[in-house]
Structures are given as C-alpha cells and as structure tokens.
C-alpha cells in the first residue's frame, strides 16, 4: 500500500460519512420542498465527492445512446462501493434504486432516501415487501424516474461476475420500461469488497444499447436476463484488463 492510498483510506471513511450526512440533509429539505431537479444536483455532486475521496476518475462510454425523455432499468454489474455514485454520474438522468433494508436503519438517511423515493429492499421480507418494491418502483415511474438495479444482488468478492437474478427483469417487464445494460470496469480493484484499503484509480461504464421489453411477458424472464448478462459480460471481460492496468 503507498502512502497515498494509506491517506486516503485513513480519510474516506469519516469524510465520507460526514459529507454523506450534509447531503441527506440537503436532499430530505429539497424533496419536502418538490425541488426534484435540485435534488437530483446534490446526489451528482455527492457521487462526483465520492469518486473524488476514492481516487478515482470516470469515463463514460455510450450516453448518446440514452435519450433523455425516456425512462429505463439500467442494469449493471455489480463490483464495488462505488458503483452507486458512478451510476448517478454515467446515465446523467433522473434515477433511483434500490437499497437494502439495513441502509434504511441510518438516521437521516433514511429521512432523505424515503423522501426521495429509494425503493426498499428486504430479501428475507415476503409477500409484503415484493409488494412495497412495486409500490415503490411504480412512484418512480409515475415521477419520471429511471433505476438502478444490480441483479447480481451484492457486490462481487472475486472481481468476477456471477449469475443475474430474474427480478431486475421481471421489474423492467411488468412495468414497459426498457433495459439498458452498463458495464462498470475498474471500481472492483478501486476499492474491492470489505477491504480497507481504498486503491483509486481509472473507472470506466460502458452504456450498451437499449433492449426494449415491449410485448414481453414473465415467460421471457429467463432469455432476456441470459441476453443482458452476455451484453455486460462481454464487455466487462474485453475491458477489465485495458482499463484497469493492474
């Protein structure tokens, strides 16, 4: 470990928490004021603070490819901490997630994100919670919104990536809202799972085209998410070694 990273490892975590809060301040204030767009510039310069505490710069590849007054399930791998805030930066839209039950235990937080609709996840929740995300997922549509999903369901411990669970899909179906893939490269060796020590260096998200789901139905589940899978695996194998360097 350089000194370099040793600082930075040292100064992310209460830097972090700390501007984290600040934000969640912010943004609980502008979402009771409806200020979506203001709302949606304080969660970009939060993940740009992020990247930044992390060491690490971003390069967006496709966003032409986004048309700005669609709506989306953007799916992608899943690597690293930082692929929530390079997601807000890479698609530059209005967009939500969805966030495991335990971020929701975190005072202000929590204030912030059920203000502006981050959809909850309970994976050992039942019924009543496939019924919250659908609650949830429909609010963000009805507002405009896009999501983030990582179908994978946690972040990758190997750096490789593992088999896509059908319910990024099955969300994207039941609601007409077309997938588009991203593969993120980098974050993994940036700042790996359960590591303490923060690496930094060049990120990468790679926006594919758009799948359109329109006519689909829950029999298709399975092809679709095989498809996606391929589009980000691709892309991820090809790039992973160009990008990093390491």
Known sequence: MSVLQGLRTVVLAPVFVLGTLVASAIVFVLAVLDRTDAVDRVIRSWSRFFLALAGSDLVTDGQERIERSGQYVFIANHLSNLDIPVMFLATEMPIRYLAKAELFKIPIFKQAMDAIGIVRVDRIGGAAIHYEVNVGVAAAREHGQSLIIFPEGTRSASGEMAAFKKGAFRIAIANQLDI???????????????????????????????????????????????????????????????????
């Open 180 to 246: 588009m893939p991203v593969t993120l490269v980098g974050t993994w060796e940036a700042w790996r799972p359960h590591s303490k020590i923060v690496r930094g260096g060049p990120v990468r998200a790679f926006i594919h085209d758009r799948i359109s789901v329109q006519g689909l139905t829950v029999g298709d589940i399975d092809s679709l998410r095989e498809q996606v899978h391929s589009v980000i695996r691709k892309e991820y194998e090809a790039q992973r070694e160009n990008v990093v360097g390491r």
